[in-house]
Protein backbone atom coordinates (compact mmCIF):
# COMPACT_ATOMS: atom_id res chain seq x y z
CA UNK A 1 0.00 0.00 0.00
CA UNK A 2 1.38 3.53 -0.71
CA UNK A 3 1.84 6.06 2.22
CA UNK A 4 1.39 10.00 1.78
CA UNK A 5 1.53 12.50 3.65
CA UNK A 6 -1.20 14.21 2.31
CA UNK A 7 -4.34 13.04 0.31
CA UNK A 8 -5.71 15.73 -1.86
CA UNK A 9 -9.19 14.57 -3.85
CA UNK A 10 -10.23 15.89 -6.79
CA UNK A 11 -8.30 17.50 -10.03
CA UNK A 12 -10.29 19.98 -10.88
CA UNK A 13 -8.33 23.36 -11.19
CA UNK A 14 -8.82 24.05 -7.39
CA UNK A 15 -7.80 20.51 -6.15
CA UNK A 16 -4.72 20.85 -8.27
CA UNK A 17 -3.82 23.96 -7.28
CA UNK A 18 -4.06 23.64 -3.47
CA UNK A 19 -1.71 20.56 -4.06
CA UNK A 20 0.78 22.22 -6.05
CA UNK A 21 1.12 25.15 -3.10
CA UNK A 22 1.22 22.15 -0.53
CA UNK A 23 4.14 20.58 -2.31
CA UNK A 24 5.73 23.98 -3.05
CA UNK A 25 5.58 24.64 0.28
CA UNK A 26 6.38 21.27 2.22
CA UNK A 27 8.94 20.04 -0.45
CA UNK A 28 10.09 17.05 2.39
CA UNK A 29 6.45 15.51 2.73
CA UNK A 30 4.78 13.03 0.33
CA UNK A 31 1.52 14.79 -1.62
CA UNK A 32 -1.14 12.51 -3.71
CA UNK A 33 -3.73 14.02 -5.80
CA UNK A 34 -6.67 11.05 -6.21
CA UNK A 35 -8.90 11.54 -9.29
CA UNK A 36 -11.46 9.57 -10.33
CA UNK A 37 -11.37 10.41 -13.85
CA UNK A 38 -8.83 9.26 -16.42
CA UNK A 39 -8.21 13.14 -17.13
CA UNK A 40 -7.35 16.09 -15.24
CA UNK A 41 -9.59 19.21 -14.80
CA UNK A 42 -12.64 17.13 -16.61
CA UNK A 43 -15.91 18.78 -15.10
CA UNK A 44 -16.50 22.41 -14.03
CA UNK A 45 -12.80 22.96 -14.35
CA UNK A 46 -12.95 22.02 -18.34
CA UNK A 47 -16.68 23.12 -18.98
CA UNK A 48 -16.40 27.07 -17.58
CA UNK A 49 -16.90 29.83 -19.21
CA UNK A 50 -13.13 30.71 -19.69
CA UNK A 51 -13.61 34.20 -18.04
CA UNK A 52 -10.78 35.95 -15.53
CA UNK A 53 -13.30 37.55 -13.65
CA UNK A 54 -11.81 41.14 -11.68
CA UNK A 55 -13.93 40.77 -8.79
CA UNK A 56 -17.17 43.57 -8.95
CA UNK A 57 -20.31 41.03 -8.10
CA UNK A 58 -19.10 39.97 -4.43
CA UNK A 59 -20.10 41.40 -0.99
CA UNK A 60 -17.06 43.37 0.07
CA UNK A 61 -15.44 41.81 2.90
CA UNK A 62 -16.48 38.10 1.68
CA UNK A 63 -14.03 35.56 0.98
CA UNK A 64 -15.23 35.50 -3.05
CA UNK A 65 -14.83 39.32 -3.33
CA UNK A 66 -11.05 39.08 -1.95
CA UNK A 67 -10.00 35.89 -3.00
CA UNK A 68 -10.86 36.97 -6.47
CA UNK A 69 -9.19 40.04 -6.62
CA UNK A 70 -5.86 38.50 -5.49
CA UNK A 71 -6.36 35.22 -7.67
CA UNK A 72 -6.69 37.72 -10.88
CA UNK A 73 -3.80 39.22 -10.63
CA UNK A 74 -2.03 35.90 -9.78
CA UNK A 75 -4.07 34.36 -12.46
CA UNK A 76 -2.47 37.15 -15.37
CA UNK A 77 0.99 36.48 -13.59
CA UNK A 78 1.42 32.65 -13.35
CA UNK A 79 0.02 32.90 -17.13
CA UNK A 80 3.08 34.80 -17.83
CA UNK A 81 5.44 33.40 -15.87
CA UNK A 82 4.73 30.08 -18.15
CA UNK A 83 3.94 31.41 -21.31
CA UNK A 84 0.11 30.44 -20.92
CA UNK A 85 -2.45 32.28 -23.67
CA UNK A 86 -4.32 34.82 -22.28
CA UNK A 87 -6.67 37.82 -23.39
CA UNK A 88 -7.28 40.85 -21.15
CA UNK A 89 -10.78 41.87 -23.73
CA UNK A 90 -12.88 43.38 -21.13
CA UNK A 91 -16.04 43.25 -20.07
CA UNK A 92 -19.48 45.60 -20.28
CA UNK A 93 -22.14 45.19 -18.10
CA UNK A 94 -24.67 46.64 -19.64
CA UNK A 95 -27.90 48.76 -18.26
CA UNK A 96 -30.52 48.52 -21.26
CA UNK A 97 -33.45 49.80 -19.57
CA UNK A 98 -34.04 53.62 -17.44
CA UNK A 99 -34.04 51.36 -14.12
CA UNK A 100 -31.49 48.92 -14.44
CA UNK A 101 -28.61 52.07 -14.09
CA UNK A 102 -29.06 52.92 -9.96
CA UNK A 103 -28.16 48.78 -10.18
CA UNK A 104 -25.20 49.69 -12.39
CA UNK A 105 -24.14 52.37 -10.98
CA UNK A 106 -24.11 50.25 -6.98
CA UNK A 107 -22.19 47.67 -8.63
CA UNK A 108 -19.59 50.07 -9.51
CA UNK A 109 -19.57 51.06 -6.00
CA UNK A 110 -18.95 47.57 -4.45
CA UNK A 111 -16.49 47.05 -6.97
CA UNK A 112 -14.57 50.06 -5.91
CA UNK A 113 -14.70 48.72 -2.45
CA UNK A 114 -13.62 45.50 -3.44
CA UNK A 115 -10.75 47.23 -5.04
CA UNK A 116 -11.00 46.35 -8.80
CA UNK A 117 -8.87 47.81 -11.10
CA UNK A 118 -9.37 50.17 -13.70
CA UNK A 119 -13.45 50.20 -13.07
CA UNK A 120 -15.43 53.02 -14.58
CA UNK A 121 -19.02 53.94 -15.77
CA UNK A 122 -19.23 54.93 -19.58
CA UNK A 123 -22.08 56.37 -21.67
CA UNK A 124 -24.15 55.19 -24.58
CA UNK A 125 -21.29 56.53 -26.92
CA UNK A 126 -18.30 55.17 -25.14
CA UNK A 127 -20.41 51.49 -25.24
CA UNK A 128 -20.60 51.46 -29.09
CA UNK A 129 -16.95 52.84 -29.37
CA UNK A 130 -15.67 49.46 -27.39
CA UNK A 131 -18.98 46.98 -28.46
CA UNK A 132 -19.69 48.81 -32.05
CA UNK A 133 -22.76 46.06 -32.10
CA UNK A 134 -24.01 46.88 -28.41
CA UNK A 135 -27.07 49.14 -27.97
CA UNK A 136 -26.92 50.17 -23.58
CA UNK A 137 -27.70 53.24 -21.89
CA UNK A 138 -25.08 53.00 -19.63
CA UNK A 139 -22.28 50.31 -18.92
CA UNK A 140 -19.85 49.59 -16.40
CA UNK A 141 -16.59 48.77 -17.90
CA UNK A 142 -14.16 46.73 -16.53
CA UNK A 143 -10.76 46.54 -19.04
CA UNK A 144 -9.05 44.15 -16.31
CA UNK A 145 -11.34 41.50 -17.24
CA UNK A 146 -10.05 38.60 -19.29
CA UNK A 147 -10.08 35.24 -21.29
CA UNK A 148 -7.92 32.03 -20.62
CA UNK A 149 -7.75 28.01 -21.28
CA UNK A 150 -8.78 27.38 -17.68
CA UNK A 151 -7.82 23.45 -18.77
CA UNK A 152 -4.58 24.23 -19.55
CA UNK A 153 -3.79 26.29 -16.72
CA UNK A 154 -5.18 23.19 -14.67
CA UNK A 155 -2.85 20.91 -16.71
CA UNK A 156 0.54 23.27 -15.89
CA UNK A 157 -0.40 23.55 -11.67
CA UNK A 158 -0.57 19.61 -12.60
CA UNK A 159 2.96 19.70 -14.18
CA UNK A 160 4.13 22.24 -11.18
CA UNK A 161 3.05 19.40 -8.92
CA UNK A 162 4.74 16.29 -10.11
CA UNK A 163 8.18 17.94 -11.17
CA UNK A 164 7.81 19.27 -7.30
CA UNK A 165 7.85 15.08 -6.55
CA UNK A 166 3.85 15.00 -6.04
CA UNK A 167 2.06 12.01 -7.24
CA UNK A 168 -1.67 12.07 -9.54
CA UNK A 169 -3.26 8.61 -9.41
CA UNK A 170 -6.31 8.91 -11.66
CA UNK A 171 -9.07 6.30 -12.55
CA UNK A 172 -9.32 6.50 -8.25
CA UNK A 173 -12.57 7.13 -7.54
CA UNK A 174 -12.93 7.34 -3.58
CA UNK A 175 -15.54 5.51 -2.35
CA UNK A 176 -14.42 4.52 1.49
CA UNK A 177 -12.30 6.43 4.39
CA UNK A 178 -11.47 4.96 7.44
CA UNK A 179 -8.59 4.24 10.33
CA UNK A 180 -6.81 1.52 9.92
CA UNK A 181 -7.24 -1.58 11.96
CA UNK A 182 -5.18 -1.01 15.11
CA UNK A 183 -3.32 -3.56 14.42
CA UNK A 184 -1.46 -2.05 11.64
CA UNK A 185 -1.43 1.17 13.60
CA UNK A 186 1.45 -0.61 15.76
CA UNK A 187 3.50 -0.21 12.99
CA UNK A 188 5.64 3.27 12.46
CA UNK A 189 3.65 3.52 9.48
CA UNK A 190 0.42 2.56 10.88
CA UNK A 191 1.11 5.73 13.43
CA UNK A 192 1.91 8.12 10.89
CA UNK A 193 -0.15 7.32 8.24
CA UNK A 194 -3.35 6.17 9.80
CA UNK A 195 -6.19 7.46 7.45
CA UNK A 196 -7.01 4.44 4.86
CA UNK A 197 -8.60 5.82 1.34
CA UNK A 198 -10.15 3.26 -0.79
CA UNK A 199 -11.67 3.62 -4.13
CA UNK A 200 -14.48 1.62 -6.31
CA UNK A 201 -11.72 -1.19 -7.13
CA UNK A 202 -10.91 -2.03 -4.28
CA UNK A 203 -7.51 -0.47 -4.15
CA UNK A 204 -5.98 1.73 -1.33
CA UNK A 205 -3.42 4.21 -0.11
CA UNK A 206 -2.68 5.46 3.60
CA UNK A 207 -2.25 8.74 4.52
CA UNK A 208 -1.69 11.07 7.63
CA UNK A 209 -4.54 13.84 6.34
CA UNK A 210 -6.89 14.30 3.67
CA UNK A 211 -8.16 17.68 1.63
CA UNK A 212 -11.27 17.36 -0.51
CA UNK A 213 -11.53 19.63 -3.58
CA UNK A 214 -14.67 17.47 -4.64
CA UNK A 215 -16.62 20.06 -6.65
CA UNK A 216 -19.88 18.32 -7.74
CA UNK A 217 -19.38 15.49 -5.30
CA UNK A 218 -18.27 17.99 -2.17
CA UNK A 219 -21.24 16.74 0.16
CA UNK A 220 -21.18 13.11 -0.86
CA UNK A 221 -16.98 12.92 0.30
CA UNK A 222 -17.77 14.50 3.57
CA UNK A 223 -20.79 12.13 4.23
CA UNK A 224 -18.01 9.11 3.21
CA UNK A 225 -15.57 11.12 6.06
CA UNK A 226 -18.52 11.30 8.93
CA UNK A 227 -18.72 15.02 8.15
CA UNK A 228 -21.56 16.88 7.44
CA UNK A 229 -23.60 16.72 4.64
CA UNK A 230 -24.46 20.25 4.99
CA UNK A 231 -24.67 22.46 2.62
CA UNK A 232 -26.19 19.89 -0.25
CA UNK A 233 -24.80 19.74 -3.48
CA UNK A 234 -27.80 20.24 -6.09
CA UNK A 235 -26.46 20.36 -10.02
CA UNK A 236 -27.64 23.02 -12.54
CA UNK A 237 -26.84 22.75 -15.78
CA UNK A 238 -25.94 25.59 -18.11
CA UNK A 239 -26.55 25.31 -21.89
CA UNK A 240 -24.47 27.48 -24.39
CA UNK A 241 -25.11 28.63 -27.79
CA UNK A 242 -22.72 29.62 -30.08
CA UNK A 243 -22.40 32.78 -32.38
CA UNK A 244 -21.72 31.21 -36.29
CA UNK A 245 -17.69 31.81 -37.22
CA UNK A 246 -19.01 34.57 -39.81
CA UNK A 247 -21.07 36.60 -36.76
CA UNK A 248 -18.31 36.64 -34.35
CA UNK A 249 -16.99 40.12 -35.33
CA UNK A 250 -20.18 41.42 -33.50
CA UNK A 251 -18.59 40.79 -30.23
CA UNK A 252 -14.94 42.16 -28.95
CA UNK A 253 -15.37 41.60 -25.08
CA UNK A 254 -17.55 40.42 -22.44
CA UNK A 255 -20.66 41.68 -22.55
CA UNK A 256 -23.25 40.83 -19.56
CA UNK A 257 -26.67 42.07 -18.26
CA UNK A 258 -26.70 44.34 -15.02
CA UNK A 259 -27.47 41.13 -12.27
CA UNK A 260 -31.14 41.54 -11.03
CA UNK A 261 -31.07 40.72 -7.12
CA UNK A 262 -34.51 38.78 -6.91
CA UNK A 263 -32.35 35.91 -9.14
CA UNK A 264 -30.27 33.60 -8.45
CA UNK A 265 -27.67 33.67 -11.33
CA UNK A 266 -26.14 36.38 -13.81
CA UNK A 267 -28.09 36.17 -16.27
CA UNK A 268 -27.34 35.45 -20.32
CA UNK A 269 -23.96 37.17 -21.41
CA UNK A 270 -21.69 36.75 -24.73
CA UNK A 271 -18.57 35.36 -24.06
CA UNK A 272 -15.09 35.83 -26.49
CA UNK A 273 -13.11 32.47 -26.66
CA UNK A 274 -9.56 31.93 -26.65
CA UNK A 275 -10.24 30.23 -30.15
CA UNK A 276 -11.70 32.82 -31.21
CA UNK A 277 -15.26 31.55 -31.27
CA UNK A 278 -18.04 33.67 -28.53
CA UNK A 279 -20.36 31.13 -26.46
CA UNK A 280 -23.82 33.14 -25.56
CA UNK A 281 -25.58 31.96 -22.15
CA UNK A 282 -25.84 30.36 -20.16
CA UNK A 283 -28.88 29.24 -19.07
CA UNK A 284 -29.71 27.58 -15.36
CA UNK A 285 -31.66 24.54 -15.37
CA UNK A 286 -32.05 21.63 -12.91
CA UNK A 287 -29.66 18.68 -13.94
CA UNK A 288 -31.00 15.37 -13.52
CA UNK A 289 -27.26 13.85 -13.50
CA UNK A 290 -24.48 15.61 -11.20
CA UNK A 291 -22.39 15.17 -14.19
CA UNK A 292 -25.16 15.30 -17.09
CA UNK A 293 -23.99 17.88 -19.96
CA UNK A 294 -26.47 16.54 -22.08
CA UNK A 295 -30.45 17.45 -22.18
CA UNK A 296 -31.66 13.73 -21.23
CA UNK A 297 -28.71 12.66 -18.84
CA UNK A 298 -30.13 10.83 -15.62
CA UNK A 299 -29.25 9.72 -12.89
CA UNK A 300 -32.10 8.10 -10.39
CA UNK A 301 -29.77 8.86 -7.43
CA UNK A 302 -28.85 12.36 -8.41
CA UNK A 303 -32.53 13.38 -9.28
CA UNK A 304 -33.55 11.67 -6.12
CA UNK A 305 -30.99 13.39 -3.57
CA UNK A 306 -31.87 16.90 -5.38
CA UNK A 307 -35.86 16.46 -5.41
CA UNK A 308 -36.14 15.18 -2.00
CA UNK A 309 -34.20 17.79 -0.37
CA UNK A 310 -36.67 20.43 0.87
CA UNK A 311 -33.71 23.14 -0.20
CA UNK A 312 -34.32 22.92 -3.32
CA UNK A 313 -37.90 23.06 -3.12
CA UNK A 314 -37.75 26.31 -0.99
CA UNK A 315 -35.76 28.14 -3.51
CA UNK A 316 -37.84 26.82 -6.34
CA UNK A 317 -41.15 28.09 -4.72
CA UNK A 318 -39.00 31.62 -4.01
CA UNK A 319 -37.86 31.76 -8.06
CA UNK A 320 -40.45 29.92 -9.63
CA UNK A 321 -41.63 32.54 -12.59
CA UNK A 322 -38.12 32.61 -12.94
CA UNK A 323 -37.42 29.21 -12.63
CA UNK A 324 -40.45 28.22 -15.19
CA UNK A 325 -38.82 30.99 -17.99
CA UNK A 326 -35.36 29.49 -17.57
CA UNK A 327 -37.07 26.04 -19.26
CA UNK A 328 -38.53 27.90 -21.45
CA UNK A 329 -35.91 29.32 -22.89
CA UNK A 330 -33.97 26.07 -22.72
CA UNK A 331 -36.43 24.93 -25.21
CA UNK A 332 -36.74 27.81 -27.30
CA UNK A 333 -34.08 29.10 -28.97
CA UNK A 334 -36.48 32.49 -29.88
CA UNK A 335 -36.67 32.96 -26.59
CA UNK A 336 -32.87 33.11 -26.27
CA UNK A 337 -32.22 35.10 -28.81
CA UNK A 338 -34.92 37.22 -27.60
CA UNK A 339 -32.76 38.02 -24.33
CA UNK A 340 -29.50 38.42 -26.43
CA UNK A 341 -31.16 41.05 -28.79
CA UNK A 342 -31.68 43.41 -25.89
CA UNK A 343 -27.88 44.00 -26.21
CA UNK A 344 -26.81 42.94 -29.78
CA UNK A 345 -30.29 43.51 -31.81
CA UNK A 346 -28.42 41.95 -34.66
CA UNK A 347 -27.99 38.82 -33.65
CA UNK A 348 -30.77 36.57 -34.98
CA UNK A 349 -31.89 32.69 -34.92
CA UNK A 350 -29.52 32.12 -37.85
CA UNK A 351 -26.36 33.51 -36.96
CA UNK A 352 -26.48 30.81 -33.79
CA UNK A 353 -26.05 27.23 -32.70
CA UNK A 354 -26.61 25.16 -30.17
CA UNK A 355 -22.73 24.95 -27.76
CA UNK A 356 -21.83 22.75 -24.90
CA UNK A 357 -22.86 22.84 -21.32
CA UNK A 358 -21.67 22.84 -18.05
CA UNK A 359 -23.22 21.68 -14.61
CA UNK A 360 -22.72 24.19 -11.46
CA UNK A 361 -22.49 22.15 -8.37
CA UNK A 362 -24.40 25.01 -6.34
CA UNK A 363 -24.81 24.30 -2.74
CA UNK A 364 -27.81 25.12 -1.15
CA UNK A 365 -28.96 24.96 2.50
CA UNK A 366 -31.61 23.35 3.93
CA UNK A 367 -33.42 26.82 3.61
CA UNK A 368 -33.27 27.09 0.40
CA UNK A 369 -30.30 29.65 -0.06
CA UNK A 370 -27.73 30.15 -2.28
CA UNK A 371 -24.40 29.07 -0.25
CA UNK A 372 -22.61 31.99 -1.73
CA UNK A 373 -19.40 31.83 -0.33
CA UNK A 374 -16.63 29.40 0.12
CA UNK A 375 -16.91 26.95 2.97
CA UNK A 376 -14.03 24.82 4.06
CA UNK A 377 -14.80 22.35 7.36
CA UNK A 378 -13.72 19.27 8.73
CA UNK A 379 -14.90 17.15 11.29
CA UNK A 380 -14.64 15.69 14.47
CA UNK A 381 -13.49 12.12 15.82
CA UNK A 382 -10.18 10.00 14.61
CA UNK A 383 -11.23 10.75 10.59
CA UNK A 384 -13.11 14.48 10.68
CA UNK A 385 -9.76 16.21 12.48
CA UNK A 386 -7.54 14.43 9.77
CA UNK A 387 -9.61 16.27 6.75
CA UNK A 388 -10.40 19.75 5.30
CA UNK A 389 -13.75 19.56 3.05
CA UNK A 390 -13.15 22.54 0.66
CA UNK A 391 -17.27 22.44 0.55
CA UNK A 392 -18.12 25.32 -1.42
CA UNK A 393 -16.18 26.56 -4.20
CA UNK A 394 -18.31 28.46 -6.57
CA UNK A 395 -17.51 31.13 -9.80
CA UNK A 396 -15.06 32.62 -9.47
CA UNK A 397 -13.31 29.72 -8.41
CA UNK A 398 -11.13 29.24 -11.49
CA UNK A 399 -10.58 33.06 -10.98
CA UNK A 400 -9.32 32.72 -7.42
CA UNK A 401 -7.55 29.23 -7.71
CA UNK A 402 -3.72 30.33 -6.67
CA UNK A 403 -5.45 32.47 -3.68
CA UNK A 404 -7.69 29.88 -2.92
CA UNK A 405 -4.75 27.67 -2.71
CA UNK A 406 -2.79 29.68 -0.39
CA UNK A 407 -5.56 29.73 1.93
CA UNK A 408 -5.79 25.98 1.72
CA UNK A 409 -2.18 25.79 2.11
CA UNK A 410 -2.85 27.92 5.76
CA UNK A 411 -5.59 26.34 7.06
CA UNK A 412 -3.90 22.61 6.44
CA UNK A 413 -0.89 24.19 7.98
CA UNK A 414 -3.38 25.20 11.27
CA UNK A 415 -5.67 22.22 11.47
CA UNK A 416 -3.00 19.65 10.79
CA UNK A 417 0.08 21.01 12.02
CA UNK A 418 2.41 20.39 9.61
Not at 144 to 157: E, F, L
Amino acid sequence: RSTFDVAVVGAGIVGLAAARELVLRHPALRFVVLEKETELAHHQSGHNSGVIHSGIYYTPGSLKAKLCVQGAALCYEYCDQKGIPYKRCGKLIVAVEQDEIPRLKALYERGLQNNVRDLKLIGANEIRAKEPFCRGLMALDSPYTGIVNYRQVAQSYAEDFKEAGGTILTDFEVTNMEMAMESSSESEDGLKYPVVVRNSKGEEISCGHVVTCAGLYSDRLSEISGCSPEPRIVPFRGDYLVLKPEKCYMVKGNIYPVPNPRFPFLGFHFTPRMDGSVWLGPNAVLAFKREGYKLLDFSPTDFLDAVLYSGLWKLVLRNLSYGLGEIYRACSLSAQVKQLQRFIPEVTVNDIVRGPSGVRAQALDRNGNLVDDFVFDGGSGDIGSRILHVRNAPSPAATSSLAIAKMIADEVKQRFEL
